[in-house]
């Protein structure tokens, strides 16, 4: 039996790793790119903290610029204190994408998990309005939205052009004397 010098022994390993390593590399060079999911990161960073600020979450089919979409604006239980006769999204005026007041719905939702999609359950019928400038997403249930169970509005759109994000505020008026609106959360949307 022939033995090698510790030397031998490293050029040889050496030259299977880089042969190895050069045959993965090759059949990764050749695999489709991978794409992120659509949801939101579980990391959140906000330059300057404000606590008034409360994070709304969201869901969206596709985060590609350009890219036909939907969006999942949810308003669950806990974050809710009362119900709701009118609820309005303040968009940005940055918002390049066109916002129609026929592909927008209020419903009650089911959040999504790791296992399952977010969807609507069933529709709550409501008017939609969007103001000329498009920064503005005013919705007007037929009757008060309780205050149990997860509700959301459901955007079809196509995702805005360029990767930006965007700060969605929601403010809420509750059943009463006094019509005024409360900020409830924003949703951050992330657009690749």
């Not at 959140?44 to 869901?59: A, I, P, S």
């Not at 719905?105 to 709550?124: A, D, F, H, I």
């Not at 008060?144 to 008026?173: C, H, I, T, W």
Request: net charge neutral; aromatic share 10%.
């Amino acid at each position: 039996m022939r033995t090698m010098s510790p030397a031998a022994v490293l050029r040889r390993l050496a030259g299977a790793a880089a042969i190895t390593a050069f045959g993965l590399g090759g059949a990764l060079l050749n695999s489709p790119a991978a794409h992120a999911q659509s949801t939101p990161g579980l990391l959140e960073f906000r330059w300057d903290t404000d606590r008034d600020y409360r994070k709304l979450y969201y869901y969206q089919t596709s985060a590609s610029s350009n890219d036909r979409s939907e969006w999942f604006l949810l308003l669950r239980a806990k974050d809710r204190k009362t119900a709701f006769i009118k609820l309005t999204v303040t968009v940005p005026d940055y918002f390049d994408s066109k916002i129609k007041p026929e592909k927008i719905t209020l419903c009650k939702t089911k959040t999504g998990s790791m296992t399952s999609k977010t969807r609507c359950l069933e529709e709550v019928p409501a008017t939609v309005e969007v103001n000329d400038d498009q920064t503005a997403i005013e919705v007007f249930p037929d009757t008060p939205v309780s205050v149990e169970g997860d509700y959301g509005l459901r955007v079809k759109l196509f995702n805005p052009q360029g990767q930006r994000m965007y700060q969605l505020n929601a403010l809420m008026q509750a059943p009463g004397d006094v019509p005024l609106s409360a900020y409830v959360g924003s949703w951050l949307v992330d657009v690749d």
